[in-house]
């Protein structure tokens, strides 16, 4: 009976609640729900946090770098080298740097009506480049480095001849504050030395090739001997010509003469130390072309800086002899055409007591006139003709074929004495350098100095028929064996040579800095693009330390001036375009927000921005001048690093210091245009045009700059995605003046 109840007890213990289960699965299932659910939201609402995220570091970085921007172009525009300002940049969560790989701006300019320059793969750091030009032939193209940026000596080579170098500080646009900083290197031994804005470096040099290297722009005179005649190059040149307004020299101790020599007449202004003057010259009324000469001697017991004006374009020649003779020793120089060419038809050389040397390269005679007299030069052959035939007239001299014009102050000696150093033009470019050089013989002690201008060059020396490969950084030695011509022809397809003829026991000569003038013959009429090679070695830097060193070197330009020369009708190496590309370092914040590779940037005046969705935006564009009439300035400021500055993530103190603004042209156009080379160009290139919105012209028939009569100012290019932009005068002649301002930028983290 027990057992029975025991077993009924216990069947009855064990039992299922179904309601408990159920219960315990419900809050499970409700759990997973909730976790689903708050993980639907995450998923939903992490990009919007991020977006908001990002568009806040969008929006607090524009507006810091528009403020920075904003004081960058007022310090540009307005400031003096020197001029310091203070700024602050404070980041999130994103970082800054520096990015130089990413192209720039250029500009061009055509001096004809009808011409057009564009370009295309200039600052893409390898070394073919694009250009496009057409209606004329390009008969040659010139490439100069212009060695903007902070930091970035300007590099000389000195030839190997034993004489003195003189160095003066050149002014700018406003007057230096401070002191210009100068190497020396001459057999493997380097002098440093810290030069004044008001005194002059001097020193001689042995004999071998040396390197002058220049924080910034100067004068550099090699003086052989007591004394010699060169032409100095003014502050700001006019590109189509070569002439300027504005010029300091350095007076070296004993006798000097300084001539200035122009097609109109002028008001000159002159100053050294405590003296100065200022006088009117009338350009006289002539049946003939006759221009102006103004000249003025100085004898200095000490060297001294002297600073010259001219109301007119014009060209300065200066003469010295230490031996306070009266220019007993002035040497000679070639004198360029009044294109800027030394090959060319038309001069104006100065009137001044002495001879003038035709000198002819070419295989066919040439018929010379000037005044009432005349003469002909046979091929390959020289003339003498005792200048002026009128006291103190400047008569212009007009060739049927291209010739060398040589001016000398000696009127007694023949050819084969003359004396002096001289540049001697290229054959096929009219220029510093190309790729073949012809010379007659002009003294028995004559010996001629080449240097490579460019990456590598193959040539030969016609007269010993030698073939050699020489690369830049290789000197090539003094050549003596020279018969009766200089004949020295480089191979085409590879870079050319600039040649430097010494003669006799006396000379003076204007040294051109080693990126300046390099030169190659293209001779091609195309409509569409012709391809050449940069004569600079090419980069396949993948990093921005690479690229920064060699525009320090000088193995690749940071900025390049492009001149495009070819027939106008008149001359046949006119200058017919010029072109100025500058690459430009970008100051970056980068960011994220749902998706990475987020920016806002700043370069060359302008802030951009691709947030959001990578999509290009200008947050500020370019600070242009325009008006009243056809006129319109550009003042670009590039903005680079110090090699103090910092980058990273936080607050970075930010210090701006105006180094530098320099005039690179001010003259009448018939086309600017502007391009943009590297990301947000077709951004760039259309917020600029944006107030073509208002032209009725525009919206009746667009692309058609022909009908374009109620708007001036730019345009896009008629092409889609275009990132250049055209500016619009309705057909009338630009007033076009273009500065460049080197900004220096040291970024201190907090």
């Known amino acids: 009976m027990k057992i029975q109840n025991l077993a009924n007890i216990s069947c009855a213990s064990v039992r299922r609640d179904e309601e408990a289960v159920s219960a315990a699965i419900g809050t499970v299932l409700l759990f997973a729900g909730v976790l689903s659910i708050v993980g639907v939201m995450l998923a939903t609402m992490v990009p919007v946090i991020d977006e908001l995220q990002g568009a806040v570091e969008r929006s607090d970085m524009s507006s810091q770098m528009y403020d920075l921007s904003t004081e960058i172009d007022q310090l540009s525009s307005s400031g003096m080298p020197g001029d310091l300002s203070d700024g602050t940049l404070k980041g999130i969560e994103g970082k800054f740097s520096w990015q130089n790989l990413q192209g720039g701006m250029w500009i061009s300019a055509a001096w004809n009506d009808g011409s057009s320059l564009r370009l295309n793969d200039a600052l893409?750091?390898?070394?073919?480049?694009?250009?496009?030009?057409?209606g004329e032939e390009i008969a040659a193209v010139c490439f100069e480095d212009m060695r903007l940026g902070a930091e970035i000596f300007t590099h000389y080579r000195i030839p190997a001849i034993e004489g003195t170098l003189v160095v003066s500080p050149d002014a700018g646009l406003a007057q230096s504050q401070g002191p210009m900083q100068l190497r020396f290197v001459e057999d493997g031994n380097t002098i440093s030395e810290s030069i004044p804005d008001d005194q002059i470096w001097s020193m001689e040099t042995s004999g071998t090739e040396s390197w002058l290297s220049l924080d910034s722009p100067a004068q550099v005179i090699l003086l052989k001997g007591d004394g010699g005649s060169a032409i100095l190059p003014a502050q700001s040149q006019n590109p189509a010509t070569g002439e300027g307004r504005s010029w300091r020299i350095p007076l070296?101790?004993?006798?000097?003469?300084?001539?200035l020599v122009s097609s109109h007449s002028m008001d000159v202004d002159w100053r050294m130390a405590d003296q100065e003057g200022s006088e009117m010259v009338i350009k006289a009324d002539s049946f003939?072309?006759?221009?102006?000469?103004?000249?003025h001697q100085w004898v200095v017991e000490e060297n001294s800086m002297l600073t010259i004006q001219s109301s007119s374009d014009a060209r300065l020649l200066l003469r010295h002899d230490s031996q306070q003779n009266d220019g007993i020793s002035t040497g000679s120089t070639f004198w360029p055409g009044t294109t800027g060419s030394m090959l060319a038809t038309t001069f104006q050389p100065p009137g001044l007591e002495g001879s003038i040397i035709f000198h002819n390269p070419g295989k066919e005679t040439s018929t010379i006139r000037w005044g009432t007299g005349a003469t002909s030069v046979g091929p390959e052959s020289t003339t003498r003709v005792s200048w002026p035939p009128q006291s103190g007239s400047s008569l212009q001299v007009t060739a049927g074929d291209p010739i060398n014009l040589i001016w000398t102050s000696d009127s007694q000696s023949v050819e084969a004495?003359?004396?002096?150093l001289d540049i001697i033009p290229a054959k096929d470019t009219g220029m510093a350098s190309g790729h073949s050089h012809f010379m007659i013989r002009p003294a028995n002690t004559t010996i001629i100095h080449a240097q490579v201008a460019g990456f590598s060059s193959t040539w030969t020396d016609v007269s010993e028929n030698i073939t050699r490969t020489s690369s830049h950084e290789s000197a090539i030695g003094p050549l003596y064996n020279i018969a009766t011509q200089v004949n020295i022809n480089a191979n085409e397809s590879n870079d050319g040579l600039r040649i430097v003829a010494e003669m006799g026991e006396h000379g003076m000569i204007s040294v051109l800095h080693d990126g300046a003038q390099r030169c190659r013959s293209i001779g091609i009429r195309a409509s569409g693009w012709i391809s050449t090679q940069l004569p600079w070695e090419e980069l396949a830097a993948d990093s921005n330390t690479e690229v920064q060193n060699a525009w320090l070197e000088g193995d690749h330009p940071a900025s390049i001036k492009i001149t495009i020369l070819g027939d106008d009708g008149e001359h046949e190496l006119s200058t017919l375009s010029t072109a100025w590309a500058m690459h430009s370092p970008r100051l970056v914040y980068t960011f994220s927000s749902s998706i990475k590779g987020l920016e806002v940037a700043m370069r060359s005046g302008a802030v951009v921005t691709n947030h959001p969705e990578v999509e290009p935006a200008v947050i500020k564009k370019p600070v242009d001048r325009a008006g009243p009439g056809p006129r319109f300035a550009i003042t670009v400021p590039l903005l680079t690093p110090s090699s103090d500055s910092s980058i990273g993530s936080g607050e970075f103190e930010v210090e701006l210091e105006l180094m530098q603004r320099i005039s690179l042209t001010s003259s009448s156009a018939g086309e600017v245009r502007r391009?943009?080379?590297?990301?947000?160009?077709?951004a760039l290139a259309a917020s600029v045009s944006n107030d073509l919105r208002a032209s009725e012209d525009w919206t009746a028939a667009p692309m058609r700059l022909d009908m374009l009569n109620d708007y001036k100012g730019w345009v896009p290019h008629p092409s889609m995605d275009s990132s250049e932009t055209i500016y619009h005068a309705q057909g009338e002649s630009i007033q076009f003046s273009l500065q460049v301002s080197l900004v220096s930028c040291t970024m201190n983290g907090v």
């Open 124 to 134: 893409d750091l390898d070394r073919r480049i694009d250009l496009r030009h057409p």
């Open 252 to 259: 070296i101790a004993g006798f000097n003469e300084v001539t």
């Open 417 to 420: 004495n003359r004396s002096g």
């Open 288 to 295: 003939h072309q006759v221009g102006t000469t103004w000249s």
């Open 675 to 682: 391009g943009w080379d590297g990301p947000y160009g077709t």
